[in-house]
């Protein structure tokens, strides 16, 4: 399990756009399911690869993107952040999203990243 300071520490590597530092949260064969995408639970992304480089089409999209008003918290294998996406993209438009992230542990890293979106326009 992961507790709520290293889901913080997790946070905020995402603020400081460190992605190696972000990756070490994960597990090798790790999923993210994102907002958006056909499937149930969003596009699945799978394995260590995959999920970084969809992590990186992120700051791709938004380069100055930032989670804020971060809260976390986990119980057994399981956790949720609840926060606040605020950023402008490549374009110009100015996005304030607000989401959560379910998660799934394994050996107290993150092995599942589910993320739900509700998009404030």
């Known amino acids: 399990m992961m507790n709520s300071k290293e ?21 090798e064969d790790c999923v993210f399911e994102p907002g958006g995408g056909p499937e149930r639970f969003g ?7 995959a999920v970084r480089a969809r992590f990186i089409e992120v700051w791709t999209d938004i380069p100055n993107v930032r989670f804020e008003n971060a809260i976390h918290f ?25 989401g959560c992230d379910v998660f799934t542990f394994e ?3 993150i092995k599942s990243k589910r993320s739900y979106l509700k998009n404030r326009k």
């Open 7 to 27: 889901l913080q520490e997790y946070s905020d590597a995402w603020n400081e756009h460190d992605i190696d530092k972000i990756m070490k949260f994960m597990t």
């Open 43 to 49: 596009t699945s992304y799978e394995g260590h690869d």
């Open 74 to 98: 986990s119980q057994d294998n399981y956790g949720c952040s609840e926060w606040t996406i605020v950023g402008t993209t490549k374009d110009g438009t100015k996005i304030k999203v607000d």
């Open 107 to 109: 050996n107290k890293k």
